[in-house]
């Protein structure tokens, strides 16, 4: 099997070698991506004689900003305006509530996307363009869930640290310490998430629809986490 | 770009929004007037910082209830200096 150095550096994005921690590779020119590589073993040297990990951390870390650095291609979801609400009371006395992008959901409440019972991780990554086709599903998600009893399934990010930590891009438990310290009024009993990858002109219609929600829930401060 | 569009709607509804995004979004933030962002320098999937780093992830989330207290304008924006790191699981 032959096969070229874009074809190689492609398939980490939904490819043979999928790896959701670096899909940016697809973005990269065959330039830099060449230099990614050779620096990385480089740095792999080193490491085996100082057993230090960072500058390898932060050689993929400066690579994914890189890669996702804005081009000349105009970016289609630009404002010019800057929404604003003042906040209306202080923070010890309010109810702060939390959004994520991130695709958590309570066991038994599975959004089920396309239909499909008990999705796997692995068929939301096979199924990514179909989701960037739909309207994204809200999830309500009572505050106070075991965590044994919080799922998260979402094909475009590599959800590996989630899952051993919801709080890295879904902070419930700091939202709940806050409560405790009075640095907050109160935690809002639902919490709420979505699948991020979705049709963004439906993302942005649904979120009209879900800021009334929020309203009925008394939500005076929202945390957004996106992932 | 899905957040951004979340908190723009949200904010627009008369609820104070704050996000949390990593340092590769900076721009996506910047140029859709996200109302009040703060800036991680973690990995994408990691936006509060390594699982089990309780410790910045905290602190993120600090910088987040301070934002909403300190900020007078929409396009609000902080970015967090620590470099990301390992947690202990």
Do not use: C
């Not at chain 1, 809200?138 to 930590?165: C, E, F, Q, T, W």
């Amino acid at each position: 099997m032959s096969e070229s150095f874009e074809e190689f550096r492609k398939s980490f994005s939904y490819g043979t070698r999928s790896d959701l921690s670096f899909k940016f590779l697809k973005s990269m020119s065959d330039e830099q991506a060449a230099r990614f590589f050779q620096q990385l073993l480089e740095s792999i040297g080193e490491s085996y004689d100082t057993g230090e990990l960072d500058p390898l951390i932060q050689l993929a870390y400066e690579a994914q900003i890189g890669a996702h650095a804005p081009d000349d291609t105009p970016f289609r979801w630009g404002y010019e305006d800057r929404p604003f609400t003042h906040i209306r009371k202080p923070l010890h006395e309010s109810r702060v509530g939390l959004l994520t992008s991130s695709g958590h959901f309570a066991a038994g409440d599975d959004p089920e996307p396309f239909g499909v019972a008990d999705m796997t991780q692995q068929e939301a990554e096979d199924r990514i363009s179909e989701f960037l086709r739909e309207a994204p599903q809200l999830s309500a998600i009572p505050a106070n869930i075991d965590a044994a009893d919080l799922r998260v399934r979402h094909g475009g990010y590599d959800v590996r640290s989630v899952r051993k930590d919801h709080n890295v891009a879904f902070p419930r438990d700091h939202l709940f310490d806050a409560a405790r310290s009075g640095r907050i009024g109160e935690v809002a009993p639902t919490l709420y998430s979505f699948t991020g990858a979705a049709a963004q002109g439906r993302v942005r219609k649904e979120a009209s629809q879900w800021a009334q929600q929020l309203l009925d829930d008394r939500i005076d401060v929202l945390l957004l986490v996106p992932v | 770009m899905s957040v951004g569009h979340v908190a723009r709607e949200i904010e627009q509804a008369g609820i104070a929004t704050v996000s949390i995004y990593v340092r590769s979004f900076r721009h996506v933030a910047e140029q859709m007037g996200v109302p009040r962002t703060v800036i991680t320098r973690n990995p994408m999937g990691r936006p509060l910082g390594a699982p089990g780093d309780v410790e910045r992830q905290k602190a993120a989330f600090e910088a987040a209830l301070q934002l909403v207290e300190s900020a007078r304008s929409g396009g609000a924006l902080q970015e967090l200096e620590d470099p990301y790191r390992p947690g202990h699981l």
